[in-house]
């Protein structure tokens, strides 16, 4: 058994689960909501690309880059016309909303689509590899979804941090109503950081289904591990989606491979809960998104 090879395909897999996770890492950092439909808009994203594949004829990279852009306007209108109104003193109210926008999203995609497993052809791409042994070989399409996360999660940072818009990101978080005493728009924030937040989860989205098969009820899955991802690297931390995303990753990859292909699973979430107990705050507890 190759470790080294089983540890890099785990970490490859985690620049996946980041890719699901910074969003909900976003959300929460900056109005501190939680979306049980995240993972939902994610496979949406996935079935709107493959609906502009197959019915528009447009090539993969348009199709998704439309699709990106489809999703951003759904973030922004979802968060301003109607989650915005849940937010306030009561935090299970957008919870209880955002339950009921996923099992909508899901039920409307099963109508469109039905329970078929779907998938995306990338191309060659899927089945390219850099072989650097005998036993050690890295595939073409992981690494560069693991690259787009890097550059994804680098991109948010470095919106966060130099940029005005940013900075009002931050100055919303960390005090709402001295925001709006500064003439920010907290509306008009949170509207922009949900469609930031659906433009990651879009990409993490097409990604999966060109990495495997999805159908309608795939989104609760990558919630469930993207929510890992968040809690484990540190609620509201962008980076750490990366690092709790790659500790899931390598945990899942390395108890397929130990214990069978049944266990991975079950292996990720016996470690995200060894985190939660050694570790409760993550591991780069963040009050802000910064």
């Known amino acids: 058994m190759n470790w080294v090879n089983i540890v890099l395909q785990g970490i490859?897999?985690?620049?996946?689960?980041?890719?699901?996770?910074?969003?909900?890492?976003?959300?929460?950092?900056?109005?501190?909501?939680?979306?049980?439909a995240h993972g939902d808009l994610g496979i949406l994203a996935a079935f709107i690309a493959l609906a502009l594949v197959q019915s528009a004829h447009l090539p993969l990279l348009w199709a998704s880059l439309l699709t990106i852009a489809l999703m951003f306007g759904i973030g922004y209108v979802l968060q301003r016309g109607l989650l915005n109104f849940t937010?306030?003193?009561?935090?299970?109210?957008?919870?209880?909303?955002?339950?009921?926008?996923?099992?909508?999203?899901?039920?409307?995609?099963?109508?469109?689509?039905?329970?078929?497993?779907?998938?995306?052809?990338?191309?060659?791409?899927?089945?390219?590899?850099?072989?650097?042994?005998?036993?050690?070989?890295i595939g073409w399409y992981p690494l560069l979804?693991?690259?787009?996360?890097?550059?994804?999660?680098?991109?948010?940072?470095?919106?966060?941090?130099?940029?005005?818009?940013?900075?009002?990101?931050?100055?919303?978080?960390?005090?709402?109503?001295?925001?709006?005493l500064m003439g920010i728009d907290n509306r008009h924030i949170y509207a922009l950081a949900m469609a930031v937040a659906l433009v990651t989860v879009s990409i993490g989205g097409i990604a999966l289904a060109i990495r495997?098969?999805?159908?309608?009820?795939?989104?609760?899955?990558?919630?469930?591990?993207?929510?890992?991802?968040?809690?484990?690297?540190g609620m509201g931390s962008v980076w750490g989606t990366l690092l709790g995303g790659i500790v899931l990753g390598v945990a899942q990859v390395l108890g397929a491979q130990v214990f069978g292909a049944g266990w991975g699973i079950l292996c990720g979430h016996a470690v995200f809960l060894l985190v939660l107990a050694l570790r409760p705050s993550g591991f780069f507890a963040r009050t802000v998104t910064t």
């Open 12 to 36: 490859l897999l985690g620049g996946l689960y980041a890719l699901f996770a910074v969003g909900l890492a976003l959300v929460f950092g900056v109005m501190r909501m939680v979306n049980l």
């Open 87 to 137: 937010l306030g003193s009561d935090d299970t109210r957008p919870i209880v909303v955002t339950f009921g926008l996923s099992i909508i999203i899901q039920n409307g995609l099963l109508l469109g689509f039905s329970a078929d497993s779907r998938g995306l052809d990338a191309g060659a791409i899927e089945n390219a590899s850099i072989h650097i042994s005998n036993q050690l070989a």
């Open 145 to 180: 979804v693991f690259i787009a996360a890097v550059a994804v999660i680098a991109a948010l940072q470095l919106f966060l941090n130099r940029t005005k818009l940013g900075r009002a990101f931050r100055a919303t978080s960390d005090d709402r109503e001295a925001a709006e």
């Open 212 to 233: 495997t098969t999805f159908d309608p009820s795939t989104g609760p899955f990558n919630l469930i591990f993207a929510f890992e991802a968040v809690i484990m690297g």
